[in-house]
């Protein structure tokens, strides 16, 4: 069993910077894929950003690319996403997810259905 705890939403004004933590635990915390997910009021859960276990690429949403960055510490079992010139329709909760019984490695961020492990979320508000 895997299990996913996020951190660090918050109200921030925009043009303002958050940085999300999703802690990843369990007797064998590994994954295939790992990714953050959002969920604005009256709206579907959009992916926002992904990458794989075992290298570097990364893959954006339109909405986020060149603001949003995805990294982890493997030595800390964690996965960020550091979101620079936040913008009000940012505001979400924010969700951290992973492929861990399905063998699926993501290519870009709308296969949501692929994740099967899901964190609680955490709010983030972009606001004046």
């Known amino acids: 069993q895997l299990q996913l705890v996020e951190s660090g939403g918050g109200l921030v004004r925009p043009g303002g910077s958050l940085r999300l933590s999703c802690v990843v635990s369990g007797f064998r915390p590994a994954y295939h894929a790992i990714g953050w997910f959002r969920q604005a009021p009256g709206k579907v859960r959009e992916g926002v950003s992904c990458m794989n276990s075992g290298d570097e690429h990364t893959y954006y949403a339109d909405s986020v690319k060149g603001r949003f960055t995805i990294s982890r510490d493997a030595a800390k079992n964690t996965v960020f996403l550091q979101m620079n010139g936040l913008k009000p329709e940012d505001t979400a909760v924010y969700y951290c997810?992973?492929?861990?019984?399905?063998?699926?490695?993501?290519?870009?961020?709308?296969?949501?259905?692929?994740?099967?492990?899901w964190g609680q979320g955490t709010q983030v508000t972009v606001s004046s």
């Open positions: 997810a992973a492929a861990y019984l399905a063998r699926y490695f993501c290519s870009g961020v709308t296969e949501i259905n692929q994740y099967d492990t």
